[in-house]
Structures are given as C-alpha cells and as structure tokens.
C-alpha cells in the first residue's frame, strides 16, 4: 500500500535560516506528490505539487523536487519567516482512478525572531 | 467565497451520545472525504464518497457512519460517542488529484 514518511518533529529554526523538511513515500503506480501546511486552528491548506518525475513544485519561497530515484520530496525554504511557523505534511496521491491522499504524521516547524 | 464549509467548530460529548457532523462544498465535485487528525498521526481517512450515492470506508471507519445527502453535502454520524473518538475532524473535497483538496476549517471534538 501506499505511505508517506515524513522527518520527526517539531523543528525550532531562528529567522532566515534554511529550512529542510524530509519527505519519502512508497507507492504503487505513478503518484502525484503534495505539501500542505496547516496554520494554528485552521485547515490545511495546499502549499505545493508535483505530478511527475523531476518536477519541482514552488510556492511562497518554499521549493520540493520529485525525485523517483530516491522516491523523496524533501521541503526547502531558503529563508524562514516567523509567519512560517506552522504544521507541513508530505502527502501523495496515485493518479489512476484513485484520488485520496495520503499524509504523512505532520512536522511542527516554530520560528523564532 | 467557494470551498468546504463544516459545521460545528466545536462540540463537546458524553461517552455514549450521538452526534453528526456536516459537510457542504459548492464547488460542484464529485468526491468528498472525511478525515481525522489526533497527535503524531496525521490524517487519517475514515470515509468517503466517490460521488453522490456511493460511500466507502477508508483507514478507521469503526464506530462512525456517513450519509452523501446529495452531491453537495456530506455528513459523518457517531452513534455513540467514545474518548477515543476525541479528535479533530477534516472534510475535504478534491477535484483531479493534480489539483490537491480543499479542506473545511475543522471540527474539535471532546469525548468525555
């Protein structure tokens, strides 16, 4: 079956620092792969995508490459923000005919000034 | 402003009451699921619907059901409450899978 592995939290990182949160996943098929992020007492929202191989998915600054080879998809931002602070989880898709998510447990990210 | 919109925020239970959750989008898909998310977990699926007339068990189905009154909505249903149905409760709509989900904002249940 499929499944999302996600780097072990919460993360503390100081402003403008590099942020890398790691993502693997197993899957059968070809899946599409997806960060969401999930600010405090709300829902989650769609950060980022990527459908295929070699795809880079970009969003507000944050940046996740699809790499089949090591079957990763590991959330860089080059310069965090306080307003980053938040919960992210890698979650994966298969295409054909099957479209619910699988998530990873969720990274706690806090950004201190 | 279009998405999903779920409804109450906030419940509080006693072991052994019912309640149901709702559900609406207006964005005229097909699917909606149901997930709940509890610490160190994630989301798990526990219902959903592939579209208006069809429901499904997903990850952890037991002691919940569900009803897709229509395409627009989608509803979860305890029957009989337990703590450890204490949770947060996601609704989520996609369109293709290239596209990601729409979530509602969630409701935060207590079971005592």
């Known amino acids: 079956g499929n499944s999302v592995t996600q780097m072990e939290g919460p993360v503390t990182l100081s402003e403008e620092a590099f942020l890398t949160i790691n993502c693997t996943y197993t899957?059968?098929?070809?899946?599409?792969l997806f960060w969401y992020v999930q600010y405090p007492g709300e829902g989650l929202q769609l950060l980022l995508k990527?459908?295929?191989?070699?795809d880079k998915g970009s969003n507000k600054g944050f940046e996740a490459t699809y790499r089949k080879e090591t079957t990763s998809f590991h959330l860089e931002k080059g310069s965090v923000q306080v307003s980053d602070s938040a919960v992210y989880f890698c979650?994966?898709?298969?295409?054909?005919?099957?479209?619910?998510?699988?998530f990873g447990t969720g990274t706690r990210l806090t950004i201190i000034p | 402003n279009a998405g999903v919109t779920q409804t109450p925020k906030f419940q509080v239970l006693k072991t052994g009451q019912s309640m149901t959750l709702q559900c609406a989008q207006d964005?005229?898909?097909?699917?909606m699921y149901w997930y709940r998310q509890d610490p160190g977990m994630g989301l798990r699926l526990i219902y959903y619907?592939?579209?208006?007339?069809?429901?499904d068990k997903g990850e952890v189905p037991n002691g919940y059901n569900v009803s897709r009154l229509n395409k627009r909505e989608f509803s979860l249903r305890l029957e009989s409450a337990a703590p450890s149905q204490t949770s947060v409760y996601f609704c989520?709509?996609?369109?293709?899978?290239?596209?990601?989900?729409?979530f509602g904002s969630g409701t935060r249940l207590t079971v005592v």
């Open positions: 979650a994966l898709s298969t295409y054909f005919g099957n479209e619910k998510l699988t």
């Open positions: 899957a059968t098929g070809y899946p599409s």
């Open positions: 990527a459908t295929k191989a070699d």
């Open positions: 964005m005229n898909h097909n699917s």
């Open positions: 619907s592939a579209s208006e007339g069809t429901t």
């Open positions: 989520a709509s996609p369109g293709q899978s290239n596209y990601g989900y729409t």
